[in-house]
């Protein structure tokens, strides 16, 4: 009797354990249902997590994310029987790499049991003070994926027991091998969502000033001809350049540069690019309209602003007006010799309130401008070495250049070209503009 009823409690006992690993195992089955269903980061945690507790049967567990730029790690999730995770982390907290059990099994990558956090020196009882939760017993797992460490995660205090024990360990580093998982595909799914987001936003910049430069590239107007390139950036900055004929008998070049990347500059460069050709056709003088183009910037939002230079030629007598705000000199090539045109100007315009010099000149047979944005020569090679002004205008002065004829804007492209040859992207748009008084080549 006694040994059957021996056999008998052998028998439930063994049963009871079947029936839990058994439960164990669908709880792990469904864990990878989630990972494979749900990409929303935080969802995934929180319910991941969620059966973590339950399937560890603990009273609380939470999940630390390193931080690879401050090098801490940093509370995502905590869950316990009573608390969310909003209700627990309402404020940030994070712990030094070392700090703490979650520390020491970050800074070393292992998996730890504890079987009496008291007894233990590892821990740190300041995140019990701050969650006011009490530690008793823990399994910490460092998360280490393919780019190495993720972060760790935690389970807290067994509700059927002492402390956990070496199958709890084995049970809970299966489930982190999956949470590891999760997190690494939730990353990847939102990083490609920022990535596709990027693109349509760099896609719509990109239509956005292609919309607001001239039809046509090339600008002809009696004894003057204007011709202009702009290679936009991977990043689409806010280049952008103008041909218009304020009055009969004049051509204006207006150049500029937005601050910024992306949509926000394409769509200032666009009120800039608007504006200009409004206020060019009230106003003969470069100096008042880049003025009131400045006002104009000055009332609106703040944190951008334009670089520009304004240009207008009589076609019939070569005089020419310019004005500069905060704009690159520009380059005067006359009778096989290259100066450099560096006027007196105003601050960029958006920033403050200025007012613009005006400069005059008058343009001889033959005579050439070559106008650019900073992009040009802040080209960077494989070195990371930038090209810089100095050097663009030594090439530009070369005699085989200047005296052959060439095209002055093919030219400098292919310097720049082959001067950043090798590097990944262009990172600032490039634009140049030629001007020809009655060139003959």
Not at 353 to 359: K, Q, R, S, V
Request: glycine share 8%; charged share 25%.
């Amino acid at each position: 009797m006694t040994a059957n009823g021996k056999e008998v409690s052998v028998s439930e006992t063994y049963l009871r354990t079947l029936e839990k690993r058994v439960d164990d195992l669908q709880t792990l089955i469904e864990v990878s249902t989630i990972i494979s269903s749900t990409l929303d980061f935080n969802k995934l945690i929180s319910l991941v997590m969620d059966k973590a507790k339950n399937v560890m049967n603990a009273e609380a567990c939470s999940i630390l994310l390193y931080n690879n730029q401050t090098n801490k790690l940093e509370f995502a999730c905590a869950i316990s029987k009573e608390k969310t995770t909003a209700d627990i982390l309402s404020k940030p907290f994070t712990l030094e790499m070392g700090q703490g059990v979650a520390g020491w099994v970050a800074q070393t990558h292992q998996r730890v049991i504890i079987e009496d956090v008291a007894k233990d020196e590892r821990f740190s009882d300041e995140v019990d003070r701050f969650s006011g939760f009490t530690t008793k017993s823990l399994i910490a797992v460092a998360l280490v994926g393919r780019g190495g460490l993720i972060g760790v995660a935690e389970v807290l205090n067994p509700k059927d027991k002492h402390c956990f024990c070496q199958y709890d360990e084995e049970l809970f580093g299966t489930l982190c091998r999956q949470i590891t998982i999760a997190i690494e595909n939730a990353r990847f799914y939102h990083e490609s969502l920022e990535m596709e987001k990027v693109r349509q936003e760099l896609e719509i910049a990109s239509v956005l000033q292609k919309s607001f430069l001239p039809d046509s590239s090339v600008f002809k107007r009696g004894a003057i001809e204007v011709s202009a390139v702009n290679i936009p950036a991977e990043q689409v900055g806010g280049d952008i350049y103008d041909f218009i004929e304020p009055v009969e008998g004049k051509v204006g070049i207006f150049v500029g540069d937005v601050s910024g990347k992306g949509v926000s500059a394409a769509m200032y460069m666009a009120k800039i690019i608007s504006d200009f050709r409004y206020k060019a056709r009230l106003e003969e003088s470069p100096c008042v309209v880049l003025g009131n183009l400045n006002a104009g910037l000055l009332k609106g939002p703040r944190g951008m602003f334009v670089t520009a230079v304004y240009i207008i030629v009589d076609v019939a007598t070569g005089m020419l007006t310019v004005s500069n705000g905060g704009h690159p000199p520009f380059l005067l090539v006359r009778d096989n010799a290259v100066t450099v045109m560096d006027i007196p100007g105003g601050p960029p315009l958006g920033i403050i309130a200025a007012e613009y010099p005006l400069t005059s000149m008058t343009l001889d047979r033959g005579d050439r401008l070559l106008l650019i944005t900073d992009g040009v020569f802040d080209t960077k090679n494989t070195l990371q070495q930038r090209l810089g002004f100095d050097a663009l205008v030594a090439f530009v002065n070369h005699a085989g250049i200047i005296d052959s004829g060439k095209n002055l804007i093919d030219s400098v492209i292919g310097y720049v070209n082959e001067f950043s040859e090798g590097t990944p992207s262009r990172v600032d748009d490039l634009t140049l503009v030629e001007l020809k008084y009655h060139y003959r080549p």
